[in-house]
């Protein structure tokens, strides 16, 4: 792992809180992500599950995780199973964890190689009344390919076909949602990560650089500090800003254009989202201006009305009526389209046809119950935009916020985001080059 050694406590907590949620005498199992394939004998450095790791702290490939907190004996109460770490294995693949290592990292006492499942699993299995199973219940999923947990849930029904199958998506979507300190702390850690990134993006930007040369400051300042791209970068000079997921980022950013940047540092698999969009040469235009400030003005109000108790679609709403009049200002509607606004067809649509923001932790977007209000420890982004695509620029503004009983609290307000600040900096480095 690139990451420092995470708090056991954490995974003893996570796992603690689940199984007061289940139901007596029931049990549960997580499965790791597949290893997946490229081309010929490739394959893709693994992606850890995020439920597994939430639950043990595990990144290993093949891990699973058996939770039954009312077995008898109190050492098969929670167990997890590993690749056992052969002289073969680790000369082609590398160092694997040891039982006693997974131990320190999950808190859990009882480890088992692989081999050992099987009758593990039967053992549980013909004593308990219930089983949670986990899938990818994200609504947003493709879920076109068959994963680990997938095939486990076919298999457990094969073997065991007269025992009561539950799902466990929702209980994990409930607690994820709410973010410990130890979880917020590991966030706060890939945001200062991600500004470090940005800082490095204001003093490298001028007329002639391309975008990926733009994607390569980035990752230099990510890994340098322990983190990697949390997903994908977009890194969108002139009209490529207006394709939402634009993600070629090949090509040069011209003078007068603006480069709209989304990416986020994770570190400890935990999740940044920060966007911007700045003037390649170092100084708004007018237009440019009136728009960035336009959204800046939507993205700060949104920040403030993200309180304990608002429905996401309430908030998502406000946000719209915001943009609308923001564009009446800048002569994109007229008085007639917003007053003609309606949840079900905005008047912003053409402009602003995205949601404001998502959950975010283990996953950029993080699961969490749809129909839940905002509660306190929700970790939330915060984006709204305004896409001119003739006008040939776009302006997309995002910070991520923590949602507390006392107000929301902004966790980018140290990255800079103000139109004269940006400026600034960008002048500063200019100077010194």
């Known amino acids: 792992m690139r990451h420092q050694a995470l708090d056991s406590k954490l995974f003893v907590e996570n796992r603690a809180k689940l199984t007061s949620m289940l139901p007596k005498n029931a049990m549960a199992i997580v499965n790791a992500n597949d290893v997946l394939p490229t081309n010929a004998d490739g394959s893709i450095k693994i992606i850890p599950n995020a439920d597994l790791f939430y639950l043990s702290g595990i990144e290993q490939e093949e891990s699973i995780l058996l939770l039954h907190p009312d077995a008898y004996e109190p050492k098969n109460r929670e167990v997890l199973f590993l690749r056992e770490p052969t002289e073969l294995l680790q000369i082609w693949e590398g160092q694997k964890l040891t ?49 680990r947990d997938d095939r486990f849930v076919s298999q457990c029904k094969q073997d065991y076909p007269l025992h009561t199958y539950r799902r466990l998506a929702p209980l994990l979507h409930q607690l994820r949602a709410v973010k410990s300190d130890l979880e917020i702390d590991l966030i706060k850690k890939a945001v200062d990560i991600t500004r470090k990134g940005f800082l490095r993006v204001l003093g490298f930007l ?54 709209l940047i989304d990416t986020g540092s994770n570190y400890g698999n935990y999740n940044s989202d920060l966007t911007r969009t700045i003037p390649v040469n170092g100084r708004f235009t007018k237009r440019q201006r009136d728009v960035y400030d336009a959204v800046l003005r939507v993205m700060q109000a949104s920040i403030e009305g993200a309180v304990v108790g608002k429905a996401h679609r309430d908030w998502q709403h406000e946000a719209q009526l915001m943009i609308n009049e923001e564009l009446l200002s800048l002569g994109l509607l007229t008085k007639d389209e917003v007053a003609g606004h309606t ?90 080059r």
């Open 99 to 147: 039982q006693e290592r997974a131990t320190e990292i999950s808190g859990i006492a009882t480890v088992k190689w692989l081999k050992d499942f099987p009758l593990a699993l039967r053992d549980s299995m013909l004593s308990a009344d219930e089983v949670f199973l986990n899938t990818n219940e994200h609504r947003r999923a493709a879920a076109t390919v068959e994963t």
């Open 343 to 432: 949840r079900e067809k905005p008047a912003c649509k053409k402009y602003f046809m995205h949601g404001l923001g998502h959950p975010m932790g283990l996953d950029v977007h993080d699961v969490a119950p749809v129909d839940a209000p905002f509660a306190p420890g929700w970790v939330l982004t915060v984006e709204p935009g305004i896409y001119l695509p003739d006008e040939g620029f776009a302006v997309r503004l995002e910070n991520d916020i923590l949602i507390t009983e006392d107000g929301p609290v902004d966790l980018m307000k140290d990255i800079p985001v103000e139109a004269d600040h940006i400026e600034s900096l960008m002048q500063e480095a200019a100077a010194k």
């Open 206 to 259: 001028k007329p002639g650089v391309t975008e990926f040369e733009i994607e390569a400051e980035l990752i230099h300042e990510y890994t340098r500090n322990r983190g990697a791209f949390a997903y994908t970068p977009i890194i969108a000079s002139g009209k490529n800003a207006c394709g939402l997921h634009y993600i070629d980022n090949d090509q040069v950013c011209e003078d007068g254009d603006l480069v």
